[in-house]
């Protein structure tokens, strides 16, 4: 219960101007103000292990940049995507993940519990 109201508090106040600018913020902030395992960065990425893993690999990747779901995405960010395509590929290739397989997700909409785009690399049973 209480996890659905923080969510829900963090997609009102992700609607007001100041609070978004907050939030993005504490977003490319978050390895200095969470106690996360922050794997690395880049000049628009920022990835670190899920805090709560349901997952034996979890990995989240999150864009520096204001951009709340795949949807709204600018067209114009080429240089975004092939960057978090990289970085993908580098920790496929840094964890080995390419012998037991894994997967690439971006949830949207109503699947998205929090609004800022953000990509979960996992893999494991």
Known sequence: MWKNGVIESCR?????????????WGLSQIGNLLPMRKIGETDSLIYFYHPQPVYPIYILLLPKKDIRDLSRIDLGE?????????TV???????????GGYRLIVDGGDYQEFPQLHFHLISGE
């Open 78 to 86: 080429g240089e975004f995507l092939w960057n978090l395509f990289v």
């Open 89 to 99: 590929r580098e920790l496929i290739e840094d964890l080995h993940l390419e012998v």
């Open 12 to 24: 009102y106040l992700a609607d007001i101007r100041p609070f978004r600018e907050m939030l993005i």
